[in-house]
């Protein structure tokens, strides 16, 4: 299965065997062209997936040893994500399916976050909890099984990536922010500054991310101020407010998680998404579900941000059960609140 996926800034493709056997995976990112920007330039991104699509998907299959001879189908991210981003990704998958007579199927990018949990690995058992926090998503959902999900909790605001990018910019670090504030609060005492923890209500699922980064951009730069132009307060402990706002964020996206196993009964948590790259997060997920006895399978980083395996992985499971999609597959840029993978 050949997956391509070009819903944010990466330009990626894979090939996949028997739905989990990563083969290859090119993941062409696009940062430096973003990152004087601050930010994904949704411009910027259409032309540079436009630009790199051809040579990635022809390294796929290159690294994989396949042609497109040998493949039995081809799975593309349409949801969510920039709509002319996604555009790129569909218009190749379309061709090759209609140049070579193969089946097209497409796949729900938040799905793939949460599938990417079985490339090069045994099933996860179900039903289980997963956790998908990236840039652009914060959600928990119940697994039943592949292609069954329930909504469990989202955000009502930031996602929880975008509030580590926000961190970072605050802080000075640079671009994205996800890895920079983790870096930085590696020199931390998390206890720096007491954030106080957005649990919204007691029984809650959702999630709410601005307050904490408020909270960050007066402790840093000074109230009714704007974050741009405002210099950082004098003595202000970079390192100390990186890992308390880390520790904040991490804390309360591992106790919904756990929260959520409860509710439903679930013995296996999944966490994906690029926000799931983060060490903390990984640690304390790992603690949280341990005391619980609860299972617990987090892709290694690398799988945790995106790529095209996971989508490739994701189309296998759909192909296997006999969906898949004609050449009027459209691209959309939102996600369906109570069921993501109904197309
Ligand atoms: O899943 P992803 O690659 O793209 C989306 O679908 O959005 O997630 C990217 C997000 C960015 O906001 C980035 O800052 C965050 O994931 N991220 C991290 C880490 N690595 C990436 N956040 C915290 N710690 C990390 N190590
Ligand atoms: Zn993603």
Request: aromatic share 4%; with cysteine.
């Given at each position: 299965m050949l997956g391509i996926d070009t819903s944010c800034d990466?330009?990626?493709a894979a090939v996949v065997a028997g739905g989990r056997r990563m083969l290859s995976s090119v993941v062409a990112s696009?940062?430096?062209l973003h990152r004087r920007f601050g930010g994904v330039v949704p411009e910027i991104a259409c032309r540079a997936h436009t630009e790199n699509i051809t040579r990635v998907v022809e390294e796929a299959l290159s690294r994989a040893a396949v042609g497109l001879g040998d493949l039995t189908g081809i799975a593309v991210t349409n949801r969510p994500g920039l709509i002319g981003a996604l555009l790129v990704g569909l218009s190749a998958a379309k061709a090759i399916a209609l140049?070579?007579?193969?089946p097209l199927v497409g796949v729900d990018h938040v799905e793939a976050h949460i599938f990417a949990a079985v490339l090069d690995r045994e099933d996860f058992p179900l039903p289980a909890v997963a956790l998908v926090a990236s840039g652009g998503h914060t959600s928990l959902y119940l697994v039943r099984e592949a292609g069954d999900l329930e909504e469990l909790g989202r955000t009502t605001d930031d996602a929880a990536g975008e509030a580590f990018d926000k961190a970072a910019a605050i802080l000075d670090l640079g671009y994205p922010g996800g890895p920079e504030v983790e870096a930085a609060a590696r020199g931390g005492d998390p206890r720096a500054v007491p954030f106080k923890r957005p649990y919204l209500s007691p029984d809650s699922l959702d999630f709410s991310f601005s307050g904490v980064k408020t909270a960050l951009l007066y402790h840093a730069r000074g109230q009714n101020r704007k974050r741009r132009g405002a210099p950082l307060r004098p003595g202000v402990d970079v390192p100390g407010a990186a890992a308390s706002f880390q520790e904040a964020v991490v804390a309360v996206l591992t106790r919904k998680t756990l929260r959520a196993a409860e509710r439903t009964g679930a013995r296996h948590v999944v966490?994906?998404?690029g926000v799931a790259a983060n060490g903390r997060l990984r640690e304390r997920l790992a603690e949280a579900c341990a005391e619980r006895g609860i299972g617990l399978t987090i892709p290694p980083?690398?799988?945790c941000t995106?790529?095209?395996?996971?989508?490739?992985a994701v189309g296998a499971r759909r192909l296997a059960r006999g969906e898949r999609d004609d050449l009027r597959l459209d691209a959309r840029s939102r996600i369906d609140r109570w069921n993501p993978t109904r197309s």
């Amino acid at each position: 299965m050949l997956g391509i996926d070009t819903s944010c800034d990466e330009t990626a493709a894979a090939v996949v065997a028997g739905g989990r056997r990563m083969l290859s995976s090119v993941v062409a990112s696009q940062v430096p062209l973003h990152r004087r920007f601050g930010g994904v330039v949704p411009e910027i991104a259409c032309r540079a997936h436009t630009e790199n699509i051809t040579r990635v998907v022809e390294e796929a299959l290159s690294r994989a040893a396949v042609g497109l001879g040998d493949l039995t189908g081809i799975a593309v991210t349409n949801r969510p994500g920039l709509i002319g981003a996604l555009l790129v990704g569909l218009s190749a998958a379309k061709a090759i399916a209609l140049a070579r007579d193969l089946p097209l199927v497409g796949v729900d990018h938040v799905e793939a976050h949460i599938f990417a949990a079985v490339l090069d690995r045994e099933d996860f058992p179900l039903p289980a909890v997963a956790l998908v926090a990236s840039g652009g998503h914060t959600s928990l959902y119940l697994v039943r099984e592949a292609g069954d999900l329930e909504e469990l909790g989202r955000t009502t605001d930031d996602a929880a990536g975008e509030a580590f990018d926000k961190a970072a910019a605050i802080l000075d670090l640079g671009y994205p922010g996800g890895p920079e504030v983790e870096a930085a609060a590696r020199g931390g005492d998390p206890r720096a500054v007491p954030f106080k923890r957005p649990y919204l209500s007691p029984d809650s699922l959702d999630f709410s991310f601005s307050g904490v980064k408020t909270a960050l951009l007066y402790h840093a730069r000074g109230q009714n101020r704007k974050r741009r132009g405002a210099p950082l307060r004098p003595g202000v402990d970079v390192p100390g407010a990186a890992a308390s706002f880390q520790e904040a964020v991490v804390a309360v996206l591992t106790r919904k998680t756990l929260r959520a196993a409860e509710r439903t009964g679930a013995r296996h948590v999944v966490a994906g998404g690029g926000v799931a790259a983060n060490g903390r997060l990984r640690e304390r997920l790992a603690e949280a579900c341990a005391e619980r006895g609860i299972g617990l399978t987090i892709p290694p980083p690398e799988l945790c941000t995106d790529n095209a395996a996971m989508v490739a992985a994701v189309g296998a499971r759909r192909l296997a059960r006999g969906e898949r999609d004609d050449l009027r597959l459209d691209a959309r840029s939102r996600i369906d609140r109570w069921n993501p993978t109904r197309s």
